[in-house]
T-cell receptor, first 110, second 117 residues
Framework: AQRVTQPEKLLSVFKGAPVELKCNYSYSGSPELFWYVQYSRQRLQLLLRHISRESIKGFTADLNKGETSFHLKKPFAQEEDSAMYYCALSGRNQGGKLIFGQGTELSVKP | GAVVSQHPSWVICKSGTSVKIECRSLDFQATTMFWYRQFPKQSLMLMATSNEGSKATYEQGVEKDKFLINHASLTLSTLTVTSAHPEDSSFYIC?????????????FGPGTRLTVT
């Protein structure tokens, strides 16, 4: 079964602290993994794709196929990072259908 | 960048009535659009794939007779919630691939808040 699991509903850190949002997936095949972010009162937007291996707003995520994980990391959290973060999966030849995790609310305190 | 709009942004309707939600790609064409449902502070659940010129593909457990999807043109998909009940109250979000040829590059609408009284 295809599944994305984000074990933490809420993650609260202080500004400048490192942050890691966990994501584990279950998929039989080679999935595409993504992180989406939803700031307060804004629409969902793409943050990262595993295949591009880039850093956006200081965030990085590495796909670990052995552990079936795609954790999102940032070394120094900023207050403006406070948002809902969703890990998502899509399979090849599925035309872009996304399976989302439950979401983690990141709260960065001053 | 590509923009997806939804109309209305919120709607309140009485139990038993039907409600139509529109999803438009504003500056690109989308042969496929996706409809999601989101409960407060919860995940987005894929409901169906809207296909221009053909029938929508529904995910398991989604009632196709209740959630009617019509992809009338390359820029418009509509979701009609028929005979709405309070349990249908939710946030409905659509998305569309950008048209760049990469199906994974998707743009999301702002969502429609449906409240059924």
């Amino acid at each position: 079964a295809q599944r994305v699991t984000q074990p933490e509903k809420l993650l609260s850190v202080f500004k400048g602290a490192p942050v890691e949002l966990k994501c584990n997936y279950s998929y039989s095949g080679s999935p595409e993994l993504f992180w989406y972010v939803q700031y307060s009162r804004q629409r969902l937007q793409l943050l990262l794709r595993h295949i591009s291996r880039e850093s956006i707003k200081g965030f990085t995520a590495d796909l670990n196929k052995g552990e079936t994980s795609f954790h999102l990391k940032k070394p120094f959290a900023q207050e403006e990072d406070s948002a809902m973060y969703y890990c998502a999966l899509s399979g090849r030849n599925q035309g872009g259908k996304l399976i989302f995790g439950q979401g983690t609310e990141l709260s960065v305190k001053p | 960048g590509a923009v997806v709009s939804q109309h209305p942004s919120w709607v309140i309707c009485k139990s038993g009535t039907s409600v139509k939600i529109e999803c438009r790609s504003l500056d690109f064409q989308a042969t496929t659009m996706f409809w999601y449902r989101q409960f407060p502070k919860q995940s987005l659940m894929l409901m169906a794939t809207s296909n221009e010129g053909s029938k929508a593909t529904y995910e398991q457990g989604v009632e196709k007779d209740k959630f009617l999807i019509n992809h009338a043109s390359l820029t418009l998909s509509t979701l009609t919630v028929t005979s709405a009940h309070p349990e249908d109250s939710s946030f409905y979000i659509c998305s569309a691939p950008s048209g760049s040829g990469n199906p994974y590059e998707q743009y999301f609408g702002p969502g429609t808040r449906l409240t059924v009284t």
